[in-house]
């Protein structure tokens, strides 16, 4: 059974620093696309971040653009968001999912359709 498992949320004032991580199980997505989505209170789902296979290639959604960095681990089949300067418009559960159409070619999605495989998500909640 393949699952994507977060951890790393909790509470931070702004101006705090935070590092997400996403451990794989199941199955490894060395060849995937990996990415972190968002979801804030009444608000819809939205891309923050993305890299490609080998790490070479990352794409982030401008309100974050400068303060978050994703990376990830082949050996430990993880993925990260280290997540830095943060503000109370950062508040959302935070969820990573993998792409395993990618074909490796170009940047990955940014599209949430494009992603088959999403952990639970981790909240993470900004206080001003």
């Known amino acids: 059974q393949v699952q994507l498992v977060e951890s790393g949320g909790g509470l931070v004032q702004a101006g705090g620093s935070l590092r997400l991580s996403c451990a794989a199980s199941?199955?490894?997505?060395?060849?995937?696309?990996l990415g972190w989505f968002r979801r804030a209170p009444g608000a819809e789902r939205e891309f923050v971040a993305a890299v490609n296979w080998n790490g070479a290639q990352t794409r982030y959604t401008e309100s974050v653009l400068g303060r978050f960095t994703i990376s990830r681990d082949h050996a430990k089949n993880t993925v990260y968001l280290q997540m830095n300067s943060l503000k109370p418009e950062d508040t959302a559960v935070y969820y990573c999912?993998?792409?395993?159409?990618?074909?490796?070619?170009?940047?990955?999605?940014?599209?949430?359709?494009?992603?088959?495989?999403w952990g639970q998500g981790t909240q993470v909640t900004v206080s001003s």
């Open positions: 199941g199955r490894t997505f060395h060849h995937s696309g």
């Open positions: 999912a993998a792409d395993n159409d990618y074909s490796g070619i170009g940047p990955p999605s940014t599209v949430s359709d494009a992603y088959e495989y």
